[in-house]
């Protein structure tokens, strides 16, 4: 949402705001692409390409550049957590958020499953799970974006919290208890991962039905109410028709013959 420029707006362009208002009500004058919101998703955008680099860096093996990878990468999940958040609060939504924000959650989430499991850390089935489920969801919401928007749920944020924790974990070089420990959090995530992907189909199958629904009624409605006005129109253009033609013209012609038969006896007086 981008504010009339001064030029336009005959002024300075500021509008006034109350001293008892708050910061939501200045924030939306002056919402546009540069705000924090938008910063902040493009900041998880760089960090894709820089997190794959310290991850591999040097074979990917090295503990310290994981280290790195892994503060990189949890930059990346809070940006996340604070983009969407301020942006709703304060009215900074743009069309460059809606779209830019989900790529990021995807790219980050999707880079780090490729190189964990390029690196033979973690099992391609589990990426492809992830990601086929990521993938689909993202698409199914296009599919009934026309109908309604499917809300994120609170199983699906708890996918998200599990899916950051258990890859933050196998982002780090951890033996022993932590290992095993690492691979019960994914195996969490991949749970939560599977069965918010069937709640969300199921929300997009029944939202979808009552879309259609709704658009056929308002189908029907609409042709019943032409048909209807179509008829009215009919009956009272007969109806005119029917009140016009016989009176008018029984009154035209004594309005003719009257005259005439005057004009005849006044002559004939005459004669």
Same mark, same amino acid.
Request: aromatic share 8%.
């Given at each position: ?55 591999? +860096? ?26 969407? +958040?301020?942006? #709703? ?51 199914? #919401?296009?599919?009934?974006?026309? +109908? ?33 420990? #690492? ?7 991949? *749970? ?15 939202? #979808? ?47 003719? *013959? ?14």
């Amino acid at each position: 949402m981008t504010g009339a420029p001064a030029s336009a707006a005959g002024g300075s362009g500021a509008t006034p705001v109350p001293r008892g208002d708050k910061l939501g009500a200045t924030a939306v004058n002056q919402a546009g692409l540069w705000n924090i919101a938008n910063i902040l998703t493009m900041v998880r955008l760089l960090l894709v390409p820089g997190f794959v680099m310290l991850l591999l +860096h040097d074979g990917g093996y090295d503990p310290v550049w994981r280290s790195f990878a892994w503060a990189a990468f949890a930059v990346a999940m809070i940006t996340d957590l604070f983009d969407g +958040h301020l942006a #709703r609060a304060y009215n900074l939504v743009t069309d460059f958020g809606k779209i830019a924000d989900p790529i990021a959650d995807k790219a980050i989430m999707g880079a780090a499953l490729i190189s964990l499991s390029w690196l033979g850390d973690l099992p391609w089935w589990i990426t492809g799970v992830i990601l086929f489920r990521e993938l689909g969801i993202t698409l199914m #919401r296009f599919w009934v974006i026309r +109908h309604a928007v499917i809300p994120a749920s609170r199983g699906g944020k708890l996918k998200t919290l599990a899916q950051g924790t258990a890859v933050g974990m196998y982002v780090l070089v951890l033996t022993g208890p932590l290992a095993t420990l #690492r691979f019960w959090v994914m195996m969490a995530a991949v *749970v939560l991962t599977v069965v918010t992907g069937l709640d969300y189909v199921r929300q997009a199958v029944v939202l #979808r039905r009552l879309g259609l629904a709704a658009e056929r009624a308002a189908a029907l409605e609409a042709v019943t109410a032409a048909a209807e006005a179509a008829g009215a129109g009919r009956a009272a253009g007969v109806g005119a028709g029917a009140g016009r033609v016989p009176g008018e013209g029984v009154a035209a012609g004594e309005g003719v *013959v009257e005259p005439a038969a005057g004009a005849r006896g006044a002559a004939e007086a005459e004669r």
